[in-house]
């Protein structure tokens, strides 16, 4: 069975610093991989999204992630964070059937 | 405006009585899902339906229903809530295809008690 993890419950990163936030995964087959961002009160929001060709995928907001198949990863990157990135952002798999799973989620905050 | 409504948006019941969560979505989209979101855990998929008539279950089904006789709607139904259900339910639409980018509603928060 395909799972997702996310090993960071939070990162904080300051203002105009890059930040990362780690997703590994484990799935049969080739996967399908997203990257969606949860605002306060507010449903799912759709980032970037994996399926095939280039590793470096790029995405909403100036958000991108690079997808590492030795390492079974895709990470969630932004050169350059601002106050506004702070969110929940869960990292999601689809397999060659049709069932989503997505990790715990990792809670972003960028301090000013 | 392309969107997923669900409603209610927030449902204080009591364990045992029948309750309904409505769904629908205005983009003709064929795949529909619901989730579960609970603290620490994620979201995870109950049900989802490849297009009408058509529902498979996800990896938490017990306690849940869910039926697509139109294609713009999938409520989920609880037939006799439990305190456990208590949660955050999400509906998500996307199409078929290679990429299945989910729309997602705005959420419904169910306490059962």
């Known amino acids: 069975a395909q799972s997702v993890a996310q090993p960071e419950d939070q990162v904080n990163v300051a203002e105009g610093n890059p930040l990362t936030v780690k997703c590994t995964y484990s799935v049969s087959g080739n996967p399908y991989l997203f990257w969606y961002v949860q605002y306060p009160n507010r449903g799912l929001q759709f980032l970037l999204k994996?399926?095939?060709?280039?590793?470096l995928v790029k995405g909403s907001y100036g958000f991108e992630a690079e997808f590492n198949k030795s390492q079974t990863s895709f990470h969630l990157k932004k050169p350059s964070a601002l106050v506004s990135d702070s969110a929940l952002y869960f990292c999601?798999?689809?397999?060659?059937?049709?069932?989503?799973?997505f990790g715990p989620g990792t809670r972003l905050s960028v301090l000013p | 405006e392309a969107q997923v409504t669900q409603n209610p948006r927030y449902l204080i019941t009591v364990t045992g009585k029948k309750l309904t969560v409505t769904c629908s979505q205005n983009m003709n989209h064929e795949y529909m899902s619901w989730y579960r979101q609970d603290p620490g855990l994620g979201l995870r998929q109950i049900y989802y339906?490849?297009?009408?008539?058509?529902?498979d279950k996800g990896d938490v089904p017990e306690g849940y229903k869910v039926s697509r006789k139109e294609k713009r709607n999938f409520p989920l139904i609880l037939e006799s809530p439990s305190p456990n259900q208590t949660s955050l339910y999400f509906c998500a639409s996307s199409s078929t295809g290679r990429s299945y980018e989910q729309y997602f509603g705005p959420g419904t928060r169910l306490t059962v008690t």
């Open positions: 339906s490849m297009n009408v008539e058509v529902t």
């Open positions: 994996y399926i095939t060709g280039d590793n």
């Open positions: 999601a798999v689809r397999d060659y059937g049709q069932n989503f799973v």
